[in-house]
């Protein structure tokens, strides 16, 4: 069974989060050792630029891709075209988990930039680690707050009980501004990445849990109450954030036009095929096409580097983080963008 400490939303969401994130953190570096700043782009070219580049993304799937155009730019080759003409012969690719993971490998050199949700990269920056932000790659991302089977019926049913969410990840957010705007309290968060809260719930040992994407659906095809989901809070949506290490930038300062150059290429591309798209993004999600379509419209990706709309929902879930202390402090979106 999993042990749950009562926690209300505010103040001791904050200390619980910000602790795990340490302790995650350390365990992550622990294992994974020391990396030099040279060895994690590898040797540098003619040019000065680092012949490999590595990447992040959230996820896991055979592709070893993530979705979006940047997953069908990696996927059909376009965005590594780009990337010879600046002497970049190899992309490495790494999925994680979640959010705060990836973070942590990225101020720890192992990667040089990386797509996330943008809850974990402000709460990241808001504690001055050294990423800029050069792309909101897809908006609208949808939260779904899922009960078991026999359990919550509203979300006034939520009252002690045991809640599991992926902390300091998107989900993480969406779920404390949720309850925040109902103004339910005395709730047991527990942390749990997806698979494992999907198993907790299917045995009954947590009362709801946070999901998003086909997986969402998936449990709501099978039965699972949907208590609530930010489509019908549209403040609570999602955003992606693609990040980029200050010291790779110190040895390609022109990548960010480079990246978002490549990225509009493989965007134009994917417009171009969409039934191949979606095809692929079943792939990436282990579904089908029917279900990608709802859950990972074409519509939700952006053709921009940034957009009025991505923008406005970004600095919302900034100063939600502040405001709820779940970010160590409040930043200007302006100063972390190179545009």
């Known amino acids: 069974m999993i042990r749950a400490r009562k926690i209300k939303t505010g103040r001791k969401m904050r200390h619980s989060g910000l602790l795990f994130m340490i302790v995650a953190s350390l365990i992550w570096l622990q294992a994974c050792g020391t990396v030099s700043d040279d060895s994690a782009s590898g040797e540098p070219g003619a040019s000065g630029i680092p012949a490999t580049l590595n990447y992040g993304y959230i996820g896991s799937n055979k592709l070893n891709l993530p979705g979006g155009a940047e997953g069908w730019g990696f996927y059909t080759g376009i965005i590594q075209e780009e990337l010879k003409k600046h002497g970049i012969t190899e992309v490495t690719f790494t999925g994680f988990p979640n959010g705060p993971d990836q973070t942590e490998s990225l101020i720890s050199g192992r990667l040089d930039f990386g797509s996330l949700g943008d809850t974990p990269a402000i709460i990241a920056r808001s504690t001055d680690a050294p990423t800029r932000l050069i792309s909101q790659g897809t908006v609208g991302s949808i939260g779904y707050l899922i009960a078991k089977k026999g359990g919550p019926a509203k979300l006034e049913d939520l009252k002690g009980k045991t809640v599991a969410t992926q902390k300091g ?10 309850l925040k705007k109902h103004n339910i309290t005395d709730v047991n968060i527990v942390h749990l990445l997806r698979p494992d809260g999907e198993a907790a719930l299917a045995r009954g040992e947590i009362d709801a849990m946070t999901n998003t994407g086909v997986y969402a659906l998936k449990q709501i095809e099978q039965g699972y109450p949907l208590l609530d989901d930010a ?5 609570l949506l999602g955003t992606s954030a693609t990040v980029v290490a200050e010291k790779y930038l110190q040895k390609f300062p022109e990548f960010p036009k480079v990246w978002n150059e ?3 290429k493989a965007y134009e591309d994917l417009l171009a095929n969409e039934e191949k798209y979606y ?9 089908t096409v029917e279900l990608v379509k709802q859950v990972h419209p074409i519509s939700q990706i952006q053709a921009e580097a940034f957009t009025e709309e991505g923008l406005k929902l970004m600095e919302g879930t900034k100063q939600f983080l502040v405001e709820e202390q779940l970010a160590a402090r409040d930043f200007d979106l302006n100063d972390w963008i190179i545009k």
């Open 231 to 235: 489509v019908k809070n549209p403040e």
């Open 262 to 264: 490549a990225r509009q």
């Open 279 to 287: 095809e692929f993004v079943a792939q990436v999600y282990n579904s």
């Open 169 to 178: 990840s998107f989900h993480h957010r969406f779920l404390a501004g949720l």
